[in-house]
């Protein structure tokens, strides 16, 4: 099992819609969470960061963290073309201060 | 703010020829991360240093990688001699360790190196 699962996709969906994209993790003791947007040819941007169970916004952006079923998600409202890129789920360990990425989705938004 | 500083942004070598990869974080940032990343996969940390200790070198193939962080700030990485299956991007990241401990990294464009 890996230490960080993603489902490679592609995962497409309509422009305007919403995206969803999931993330299971294995190390239950983990505490930060976060999500990574990276177009091709350049290197992961942070697009967002989640500590406590529930959801969090920022703007089209909510990431939905549930540590009891250790899993994690990311939802884009309103899906632009130029969301069209490979999402990083990436998890901190319970110890120490290492970040575990998983292999990453690839979202296509069609216009 | 600037961001994290990384060159040669690209590089192609022979196979058994060395080669060696340069960051510069973002200001302040104490904590500086070198991740291996082969595409369709995600990045694969390398080796993490505080300052300039080494906290994290447990997947650093140490027979043929070195990195060095001498001054606490700029990092160099080493690769000698290259194989062909070290072509991949290198990337460069930095946190803060004002963060509270949540290790929010911030990456650099990287070096995508090709070992011919």
């Known amino acids: 099992q890996k230490e960080v699962e993603q489902n490679s996709g592609p995962l497409s969906v309509p422009e305007g819609a919403i995206a969803s994209l999931n993330c299971t993790y294995s190390?239950?003791?983990?505490?930060?969470f976060f999500w990574y947007r990276q177009y091709s040819g350049k290197s992961p941007e942070l697009i967002m960061s989640?500590?406590?169970?529930g959801d969090k916004e920022d703007g089209r952006f909510t990431a939905q963290l549930n540590k009891a079923s250790q899993y994690v998600s990311l939802l884009i409202r309103d899906s632009q073309p130029s969301d069209s890129a490979t999402y990083l789920c990436?998890?901190?360990?319970?110890?120490?201060?290492?970040?575990?990425f998983g292999a990453g989705t690839i979202l296509r938004v069609k216009s | 703010e600037a961001g994290v500083a990384q060159s040669p942004r690209y590089k192609i070598i022979e196979k058994r020829q060395s080669v060696a990869f340069w960051c510069n974080p973002i200001?302040?940032?104490?904590?500086l991360y070198w991740y291996q990343q082969i595409l369709g996969q995600g990045p694969k940390l390398l080796i993490q240093?505080?300052?300039?200790?080494?906290?994290?070198d447990s997947q650093l193939p140490k027979d043929r990688f070195s990195a060095e962080r001498l001054k606490g700030v700029d990092s160099t990485l080493k690769i000698q001699p290259a194989k062909l299956e070290d072509s991949a991007v290198y990337l460069c990241?930095?946190?803060?360790?004002?963060?509270?401990?949540?290790?929010?990294?911030?990456f650099g464009p990287g070096t995508r190196l090709t070992v011919l």
């Open positions: 990241a930095s946190s803060s360790i004002r963060d509270r401990g949540h290790n929010e990294q911030f």
């Open positions: 190390d239950r003791g983990s505490q930060s």
């Open positions: 989640i500590y406590s169970n």
């Open positions: 990436a998890v901190k360990r319970e110890y120490g201060n290492k970040l575990v």
């Open positions: 200001s302040g940032h104490a904590t």
């Open positions: 240093f505080q300052n300039n200790g080494v906290v994290d």
